[in-house]
């Protein structure tokens, strides 16, 4: 397959931000904070990453995609996907990677229109994720700052935070695992190997 050139290459940068903005899991992965304070900057640099990826490796397969974005979620956002959600983006944007390479506009637009129509469903999802709507990040293209909401101020996380750690230690210290939070279940991240 050719070199796409400029128009084409403008599509495919499209396509990858609608895509990764419709992605289920990297966007919870970004609104739990599980890639730190810097989360959404991670997930506009795997759109960049992503980009410069297909350009540089000559006919990609699934398989590789889905790898690349595997490894990504799991360094990045100590994240292991295992809804089978990246075989499916995986998917979409070796299927817009080829779109776009032949200058299909017309493929890409509805590809884009397709993934516009799932945007409802996610923005459930996520208030589903989200106790408060107040701490509902809106739904937007990576890449583009996002609108609204305010970070935590310093010291109305950490106290809490502290006193979680405190609890648990004691717990530890007896034996017994920590009892979870009224009505939560407490989910812990994967270690490192």
Partial sequence: ???PGVEERGLFAQGVRAVLGGWAALQLAVAQGFGGP?????????AGALQDFFLQNAELGEEEVEEFLAEVMDNEFDTAVEDGSLRQVSRELVTLFARA?????????EALGALAR???ALRAALAAAH???AHTPPLHEWGDPPHGGSPP????EESSEEEEEEEEEEA???GTPPPPPAGWTLVRRRRRR
Avoid: F, N, T, Y
């Fill in 131 to 133: 106790p408060s709507p």
């Fill in 1 to 3: 397959m050719a070199a």
């Fill in 101 to 109: 390479s032949r200058g299909d506009a017309g493929g890409v637009g």
């Fill in 118 to 120: 799932r945007g409802p």
């Fill in 153 to 156: 101020q310093d010291g109305e």
């Fill in 38 to 46: 810097r989360g959404p900057e991670k997930a506009a640099w795997l």
């Fill in 172 to 174: 530890m210290e007896c």
